[in-house]
T-cell receptor, first 115, second 116 residues
Framework: AQKVTQAQTEISVVEKEDVTLDCVYE???????LFWYKQPPSGELVFLIR??????QNEISGRYSWNFQKSTSSFNFTITASQVVDSAVYFC????????????FGGGTRVLVKP | GAGVSQTPSNKVTEKGKYVELRCDPI?????LYWYRQSLGQGPEFLIY????????DSGLPNDRFFAVRPEGSVSTLKIQRTERGDSAVYLC??????????????FGPGTRLTVL
């Protein structure tokens, strides 16, 4: 069975600080996909990134970066130089090839960036 | 282009009533998903369609919940004899055909269902 754990329920930072969101997953499948989504106050989920289980390269996109470590079953997300607009709930999610396309989400981490 | 749309945006109903929630996926997307998000939690999978057929309905909580996609485009989630515990935001997502599990799912704005 697949499971995603986001241990941090809420993180509060001051603008320009870096913030790292933890994500730990469980799966028995060898082929799986990991995702991060952002849910701003408006409520609509916004896709940020997808990684497959065979690609452990870290990725950077602007102020966002992701660290995928299969050895620790983690897929952490860092926002560098945070801005007020980054305030949102961030969800990590997993899909297993054997289980089709359904996403299993973590409980989410609320990020509050104060000016 | 147009994204995933869901109607109504809000639905208030009384316990025991029947409700229908509609999802219009992105044009050309063959896969359609329904999720339910309770307050303060992550979305939970309900059902997944590939074309007209339900490929996986393992997330439907009980037989009061049913979903259809008769022409492989628009989908309707139907809830019979609603209960207060059904109150949540119901999210719809779609993705293009392709490698299973690999595709990004595009989410709609959701329907907030409140059962009084």
């Amino acid at each position: 069975a697949q499971k995603v754990t986001q241990a941090q329920t809420e993180i509060s930072v001051v603008e320009k600080e870096d913030v790292t969101l933890d994500c730990v997953y469980e799966t028995r499948d060898t082929t799986y996909y990991l995702f991060w989504y952002k849910q701003p106050p408006s409520g609509e989920l916004v896709f940020l990134i997808r990684r497959n289980s065979f690609d452990e390269q870290n990725e950077i996109s602007g102020r966002y970066s992701w660290n995928f470590q299969k050895s620790t079953s983690s897929f952490n997300f860092t926002i560098t130089a945070s801005q007020v607009v980054d305030s949102a709930v961030y969800f990590c999610a997993l899909s297993e090839e054997a289980a089709g396309n359904k996403l299993t989400f973590g409980g989410g981490t609320r990020v509050l960036v104060k000016p | 282009g147009a994204g995933v749309s869901q109607t109504p945006s809000n639905k208030v109903t009384e316990k025991g009533k029947y409700v229908e929630l509609r999802c219009d996926p992105i044009s050309g997307h063959t896969a359609l998903y329904w999720y339910r998000q309770s307050l303060g939690q992550g979305p939970e999978f309900l059902i997944y369609f590939q074309g007209t057929g339900a490929a996986d309905d393992s997330g439907l909580p009980n037989d009061r919940f049913f979903a259809v996609r008769p022409e492989g485009s628009v989908s309707t989630l139907k809830i019979q004899r609603t209960e207060r515990g059904d109150s949540a935001v119901y999210l719809c997502a779609s993705s293009p055909a392709g490698l299973a599990g690999a595709n990004e799912q595009f989410f709609g704005p959701g329907t907030r269902l409140t059962v009084l």
